[in-house]
């Protein structure tokens, strides 16, 4: 087999670097399993050679040496079995480290990854990588230890035993083998290819399946469940196709191995019993022969179909490799110091000339200039898709701008340590992420320290203690998957309730009563008034009564600004305003 086909150039590094980062702090225990592996290699190629003296012996029946021999077998199959569940347990042991910590470095990468990175692929891919590619690197990694130590080291002690037996027989043999591996590694690219479009798939097929669920309300509300149906069908069906595929390829190579095992074996008891009447081999010997012939078979077809699983695990180390190698852009150096704002004393904010491109091709922000003054209350306010979300998303430095910079208290944010800058923010946002946890475990997100008591505060704050008080199980009653048990005022509430705990100087309110009832939304409007005191607040609303009182109202269009000032100037000087406020913001 030509060695180059297995492993390219690109594999060699990914394969260094898996080496270098996840499998060199495992040499002891590799080791320990080397010795198991050649344990196990060793004693089952003693079989034959006992085999041979026993049919030696018993055809000379007045010698009872052989006697001992079973004694002998009994020793060698206890050994070896022993080894052998050493062997499967360190071997195991190891792999499932591995693809334990190839998980948790995967993770830990996807969240401190940039939300652009994470956004390009859906989470259900993100989340199938992380399952099933590492299964597949399991398999690689075991198949590699075993089949490279364990069976390449019982081939060679059988082949070698045949070489010693009759030279002749096994050079016949060995002609007749490679013939084989030619399709073999044929079958073995094209098995590579299927097995990358069938991660795809599969990866597809769990995209499918998490949309599917997260969407289930508006899928009934629109009694789209017969297309729904249909969707998860198509994709089913193709994971099916490309499985069966793939099994198909795999189950072409045992037949080419098992024919030609057949016709080896043939051959070997024609020539063999000729040698045995002109008294060239010994009747034991022959069987000795055959018996190793045998037994080379079951490793030679395990390295026949490991070139497959290497090539499977390799396509998913290169798909791991590609995104742990992605850096994250939005980073802050170690040496960052921390922001420090008093919490009688909110920070001033300045945009200076910031203009920002999700895709470096369509410019979203365009050179925004504006400062909001310490403890005021900025509104951004503008047709959707103008650009304000986007001014949130850099001021919490979600993403970094293009050009221009932000400043906090006359410090770029660029230069502040990234998660002191992020401790003197909350954000509250239309879209509430609740967990599957009790009410005090989601509130206590805003400051993982605070007592239950503070949490219970910020929760009167709130408005939410009464509704929490008279749940099931008050505090501890858990909230259902993405809180489905809870309505969406009574979710944003718990997210107004986090943020009052957290405190933060500066808060930014991305449209968070937007998706409530208008008498919801004036309550929330009231309890948010309470959240924005002695803070500097920016905010994005769409109702004109919330943002009739800030101090400063932007007007967004297009990603430029187009106006500023006050309700009472804008109301008088800018045609947009007016108009916005009459179609509603
Ligand atoms: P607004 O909040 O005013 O409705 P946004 O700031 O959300 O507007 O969006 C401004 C523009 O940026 C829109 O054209 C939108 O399609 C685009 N955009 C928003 N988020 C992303 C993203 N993650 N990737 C690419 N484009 C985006």
């Not at 993405?482 to 969406?488: D, H, I, Q, R």
């Not at 967004?556 to 045609?575: C, P, Q, T, Y």
Request: aromatic fraction near 8%.
């Amino acid at each position: 087999m030509k060695k180059k086909h297995i492993i390219t150039n690109v594999n060699k590094n990914i394969v260094k670097n898996f080496y270098s980062d996840f499998v060199f702090k495992y040499k002891i225990d590799i080791i320990f399993a080397f010795i198991l592996l050649i344990i196990v290699a060793s004693t089952s190629s003693i079989y034959p050679y006992l085999i041979q003296l026993v049919f030696d012996g018993l055809l000379k029946v007045k010698n009872y040496e052989w006697i001992i021999l079973p004694f002998v077998i009994a020793f060698v199959a206890i050994v070896r079995g022993v080894a052998m569940f050493f062997q499967i347990r360190q071997v195991s042991k190891i792999s499932l480290s591995i693809s334990l910590d190839v998980q948790k470095k995967l993770t830990k990468h996807l969240i401190n990854a940039d939300l652009n990175e994470l956004n390009k692929i859906s989470s259900g891919n993100h989340v199938s990588r992380i399952m099933n590619d590492v299964v597949l690197i399991r398999d690689g990694f075991e198949r590699t230890i075993n089949n490279l130590i364990r069976d390449v080291f019982t081939i060679l002690a059988l082949f070698s035993y045949l070489m010693w037996l009759d030279w002749l027989l096994s050079v016949l043999v060995v002609i007749i083998y490679p013939l084989a591996l030619r399709p073999i590694v044929k079958i073995g690219k094209k098995q590579n290819i299927i097995a990358t479009t069938l991660q795809e798939q599969m990866e597809t097929v769990t995209s499918t399946l998490t949309e599917m669920l997260q969407g289930i309300r508006m899928v009934k509300s629109y009694n789209l469940e017969n297309m729904e149906i249909n969707r998860s069908e198509n994709v089913l069906n193709s994971l099916f196709r490309k499985t069966f595929n793939l099994i198909i390829g795999r189950a072409k190579i045992l037949p080419i191995l098992e024919i030609l095992g057949g016709v080896a074996a043939a051959s070997v008891i024609g020539l063999a019993s000729y040698r045995v009447s002109i008294g060239e081999l010994t009747p034991g010997s022959v069987v000795g022969y055959i018996t190793a012939l045998l037994m080379i078979a079951q490793p030679a077809r395990a390295l026949g179909t490991f070139n497959t699983v290497l090539q499977e695990a390799l396509s998913a180390l290169e798909r791991i490799y590609k995104q742990l190698n992605i850096c994250p852009k939005v980073n802050s150096l170690s040496s960052a110091p921390d922001i420090k704002i008093s919490r009688n004393k909110p920070p001033e904010i300045v945009f200076k000339n910031v203009s920002f491109s999700y895709d470096n091709r369509n410019k979203v922000l365009n050179n925004i200039n504006f400062i909001a003054k310490p403890g005021s209350k900025v509104a951004l306010v503008g047709q959707s898709g103008a650009g304000k979300s986007t001014i949130i998303n850099l001021i919490s430095r979600f993403y970094d701008p293009s050009n221009g910079e932000i400043t906090i208290n006359e410090v770029n944010i660029k230069d502040i340590n990234l998660s002191s800058l992020r401790d003197n923010i909350s954000l509250v946002s239309q879209e509430t992420i609740i967990y599957n946890k009790s009410f005090l475990d989601n509130i206590r997100f805003g400051n993982l320290n605070a007592t239950d008591l503070n949490v219970k505060k910020a929760a009167k704050n709130a408005d939410i203690d009464k509704f929490i008080s008279n749940s099931l199980n008050g505090y501890d009653t858990i909230v259902g998957e993405s809180g489905n048990t809870l309505s969406g005022g009574q979710k944003q509430r718990v997210s107004i309730a986090r943020a009052i705990l957290k405190d933060a100087p500066i808060l930014l309110l991305d449209e968070a009563t937007s998706s409530l009832d208008p008498e919801t939304e004036n309550e929330i409007n009231k309890t948010l008034e309470k959240l924005t005191k002695n803070k500097t607040t920016i905010t994005i609303a769409h109702k004109l009564s919330t943002i009739v009182n800030c101090d400063q109202i932007i007007l967004f269009n297009k990603g430029k600004i187009v106006d500023a000032g006050s309700h009472k100037e804008l109301i008088k000087s800018s045609e947009l305003y007016k108009k916005l406020s009459t179609i509603g913001i």
